[in-house]
């Protein structure tokens, strides 16, 4: 990894890479580092994504395994001892507004009106407001087809972790089964989920 101290800090993840190795998490090992010129010696997953892998094997099999590991990582976390930013109001709108800033008015050149502007507005708020009174866990943020590696062993591993976040315990399940890249029929979500459920209740994530 070649990641130049004055565009990116390398700490977060060779913090939690190191929190997925104690867990038994499938991540990029770090096996050397020199932070203060941004390089890291990491171990190679491979080269076949979720996403790839979905064109070639099961995929109830491979979602499993990526709910499997995403219980892992938030009964892992739950053990403690590490800090993590909170997923808190200001952040949540903040990553709400790049729909508005970005997508509508940037790529479509749509500007909302006084009346859309507050239906927004309020919809972000119920949203944001559901958000943070969900337990709070490990938040890994883009929990999905892209980031999770098939690997040469055989496991399921973990890329692009360094902006985990403290926050509600829905957001990775619903960036893994609502993926912008891979979409599937309602039913089959809603057994994925289902699945997650059963998972997370014996691993004593819920009663």
């Known amino acids: 990894m070649d990641a130049p101290p004055g565009r990116e800090d390398c700490r977060p993840f060779v913090h939690i890479a190191g929190l997925f190795e104690s867990w038994g998490i499938t991540a ?51 053990r403690g001892g590490y800090s993590l930013p909170a997923y808190d109001r200001g952040l949540l709108q903040t990553e709400m507004n790049l729909f508005r800033d970005w997508l509508l008015e940037r790529h479509l050149g749509i500007r909302l009106d006084r009346a859309a502007s507050t239906a927004w507005a309020a919809l972000c708020a119920e949203l944001i407001d559901s958000a943070l009174e969900q337990p709070r866990v490990f938040v890994h943020r883009d929990y999905h087809s892209r980031n999770l590696m098939c690997s040469p062993h055989g496991d399921l591993g973990v890329l692009d ?32 989920r289902d699945y997650y459920l059963q998972t997370a209740g014996s691993a004593g994530r819920f009663p």
């Open 28 to 78: 990029p090992r770090v096996h050397a580092q020199n932070l203060r010129q941004g390089f890291l010696l990491l171990s190679d997953l491979g080269t076949i994504t979720f996403a790839q892998a979905l064109e070639r094997r099961d995929a109830d099999g491979l979602y499993h395994a990526a709910i499997d590991t995403l219980v892992a990582i938030q009964a892992g976390a739950q």
């Open 161 to 192: 972790f360094q902006d985990a976040v403290a926050g509600p315990v829905t957001y990775d399940l619903v960036s893994l089964l609502r993926d912008c890249y891979v979409a599937w029929p309602p039913e089959q979500v809603a057994r994925w």
